[in-house]
């Protein structure tokens, strides 16, 4: 049984949950006649494809487009043993220790942030705080000052995000690739200086450019070239994604009060509610695997080196897994709710994800002490282009 599929459209963009239902049940796998890609939307496909890295490769990259051979590969774009190699030079940035040292800094961060517009009775959630927190942790990651750097990193960011999906808009595509030779022109002295200091036997520091300059897995070091794709990589993956996530959760709450009540009645359900909205409105709709050699899906014959679009959020929806998918509720059960794709699945599992909670969650608990009376402010603008799934503009008043 077929059914249509325009990533691209209103409808879908504006509301992907119907569309994510209507495809599980009639058209579990799909091919774009118009753009040639590939989806998949059922659990068990998606899971089956990304844990099959031999089959499905990461080689050309998360993206609709296909990445040049010649550029380097770096996590989410690199298959294993070099994916194994790379994270394993970062893990150590990732670790829980790390993750929780973060929090007193962050939750200052956030005050200041509030202190600059409690007094006004509202605010644009997205860009006042869910854009310039993740920033701010990225360049505290990176080793570079956010006060210098947070709005030059936001510029780069928004057009490297969309231009992941970008095939409707080719000026997108354009951009894209002039914010990579910015960023590259950025880091490559800063990573010049860390690879320097490694060689003369310095310590080049503890953030993550050092961690990687110093790294040394059996043997073998992180490139220049890596180091440069990895500090890209982060910017777009890490910002855009959480800024998305913190704005679904207000989002969510005020559309389903009662949700809001629950939670306020029983903070310890916190944990619960960020995975709910994790689940329930998957920031990123799907990434993509190219197959090294001809696929059978359902009866879609799929010829080798084809784009194959894993679509998280659908798999997020799969009455298969989640009992009673489109309705949100943060009393699910943990462990099931941690089977969510939202960060995606296997070896390429998003390494960053805890750090994704704690930004949200901080985020959570100081508007809501500070600010418990929050409400809709009148004003949702979506974000603009199809990479992800959330809003650019949303007011809250007080």
Same mark, same amino acid.
């Given at each position: 049984m077929k059914d249509d599929f325009d990533f691209y459209s209103e409808d879908f963009q504006a509301n992907p949950g119907p569309t994510f239902s209507r495809m599980l049940e009639k058209c579990p796998f799909h091919h774009s006649e118009k +753009?040639? +890609?590939?989806?998949?939307? @059922?659990?068990? #496909?998606?899971? =089956?494809?990304? $844990?099959?890295? $031999?089959?499905y490769s990461a080689k050309f990259g998360p993206g609709v487009d296909y990445a040049p051979a010649d550029r380097p590969a770096v996590l989410v774009s690199a298959d294993p043993p070099v994916h194994t190699i790379q994270r394993r030079a970062i893990v150590q940035g990732f670790n829980s220790r790390t993750? @929780?040292?973060? $929090?007193? &800094?962050l939750r200052a961060f956030v005050n200041e942030l509030i202190d600059d517009f409690i007094d006004k009775g509202r605010c644009d959630l997205i860009q006042d705080v869910a854009v310039p927190v993740p920033l701010w942790i990225i360049c505290n990651f990176l080793g570079v000052p956010y006060a210098e750097n947070g709005e030059r990193f936001r510029s780069w960011v928004e057009v490297m995000a969309a231009s992941v999906f970008s095939q409707d808009k080719p000026e997108v595509q354009l951009k894209g690739r002039d914010a990579a030779m910015e960023i590259a022109a950025f880091f490559t002295p800063i990573i010049q200086e860390k690879m320097e200091q490694v060689a003369a036997g310095e310590d080049p520091g503890d953030n993550l450019l050092g961690m990687m300059a110093k790294a040394d897995i059996d043997g073998t070091q992180l490139t220049l070239e890596e180091m440069l794709g990895f500090a890209q990589f982060l910017l777009v993956a890490g910002s855009g994604t959480t800024t998305n996530l913190i704005g679904n959760f207000f989002k969510l709450m005020l559309d389903h009060p009662e949700q809001r009540a629950k939670l306020e009645a029983q903070p310890e359900l916190m944990e619960q509610a960020i995975e709910e909205v994790l689940r329930f409105d998957a920031p990123v709709h799907g990434l993509f695997r190219t197959n090294n050699e001809p696929v059978q899906l359902g009866d879609l014959d799929v010829p080798k080196d084809s784009k194959i679009c894993m679509m998280? &959020?659908?798999? =997020? @929806? #799969?009455?298969q897994v989640f009992e009673d998918p489109n309705t949100f509720e943060i009393g699910r059960d943990l462990y099931t709710l941690r089977k969510n794709m939202t960060f995606g699945w296997g070896v390429h599992k998003c390494i960053g994800a805890p750090l994704a909670r704690l930004e949200c969650r901080v985020v959570v608990e100081e508007i809501s002490r500070r600010i418990p009376k929050y409400q809709d402010g009148g004003r949702r603008v979506a974000y603009p282009y199809a990479t992800l799934n959330g809003l650019d503009h949303f007011d809250l008043v007080w």
């Open positions: +753009w040639g +890609w590939y989806s998949v939307f @059922r659990y068990a #496909d998606v899971k =089956n494809i990304v $844990e099959d890295t $031999e089959t993750i @929780r040292a973060m $929090e007193p &800094g998280w &959020g659908a798999a =997020n @929806r #799969d009455p």
